[in-house]
């Protein structure tokens, strides 16, 4: 492990903790309640267990599996969280909507990939109205920058409580929120087709991205110091860079005339 992650990695996670709870309970005022999507994976348990934890009562869980490419232990893990933390969700399959779109579309595995993001984010925003409920969204901060989530998808919130902290940040908050290991430890997957593995298609692992962008957006370093500090091979801290820069759209509102 190299000394920027360690860097990453020391923080106090009891307070980082309070904080999110504390963002959480100063918007709970602007509406009834809060709905988030529930995959299985480690961000969106970390939502779950911090709302389960203070605002149980006003909490909605949507687990939204495409029955057709999402792992059926995802879909375990997420129904495993919910009974365990007592909270209220409604499961939904999206395989029947997503095929409807898809038969009257031309084909494309990535668009449809991304319409899978998009239709989620609808049945949340149908929630989020139905209920008064303000949508949680679960980026964090390593795939907001880099801009690995799909715009008026899987991007689509109206608070972001955990976008501060890095993936592997996130998996320290885990540990001590005494999520199970498996969750803290599974491959990351937004399960937008089959065999979907974030690492995978990005081609770098979250150690890897979260000492890159630390270096960028924490530390303001020129790309050659951050392969002297890190060790990291250049062409990976490249790629990392032109994400972080081409992305950038996604982390702003639409341009405006």
Same mark, same amino acid.
Request: no cysteine; charged share 25%.
């Given at each position: 492990m190299n000394n920027i992650l360690n860097e990453i990695l020391n923080q106090d996670y009891e307070k980082i903790y309070q904080s999110i709870e504390s963002f959480l309970r100063q918007q709970s005022s602007k509406a009834n309640g809060f709905v988030f999507g529930l995959s299985g994976g480690i961000d969106s348990a970390v939502i779950a267990q911090i709302c389960a934890r203070s605002f149980k009562d006003r909490s909605l869980a949507l687990i939204m599996p495409d029955s057709k490419v999402s792992p059926k232990e995802e879909t375990e893990d997420a129904l495993h969280l919910v009974d365990m933390l007592g909270l209220e969700y409604k499961l939904v399959d999206i395989s029947m909507i997503h095929s409807q779109f898809a038969n009257i579309l031309e084909p494309d595995e990535k668009s449809l990939g991304n319409l899978r993001a998009r239709i989620r984010a609808n049945i949340l925003y149908y929630y989020s109205n139905l209920k008064d409920y303000l949508v949680v969204g679960s980026s964090? #901060?390593?795939?907001?920058?880099?801009?690995?989530?799909? #715009?008026?998808?899987?991007?689509?919130?109206? &608070? /972001?409580? &955990?976008?501060? /902290?890095? #993936?592997?940040?996130i998996r320290e908050l885990g540990k001590h929120l005494k999520i199970k290991e498996s969750i803290i430890t599974k491959k990351s997957s937004p399960h937008l087709w089959k065999g979907h593995v974030a690492e995978e298609e990005i081609g770098i692992t979250y150690e890897e991205i979260d000492s890159i962008l630390y270096c960028i957006e924490d530390k303001k370093l020129a790309l050659e110091d951050i392969q002297k500090v890190t060790q990291i091979d250049k062409g990976k801290i490249e790629k990392i860079y032109h994400l972080y820069k081409k992305n950038e759209h996604k982390r702003i509102m639409p341009t405006r005339l």
């Open positions: 964090d #901060k390593s795939e907001f920058l880099i801009g690995y989530f799909t #715009k008026f998808g899987d991007g689509s919130a109206d &608070i /972001l409580p &955990i976008v501060s /902290l890095y #993936k592997t940040q």
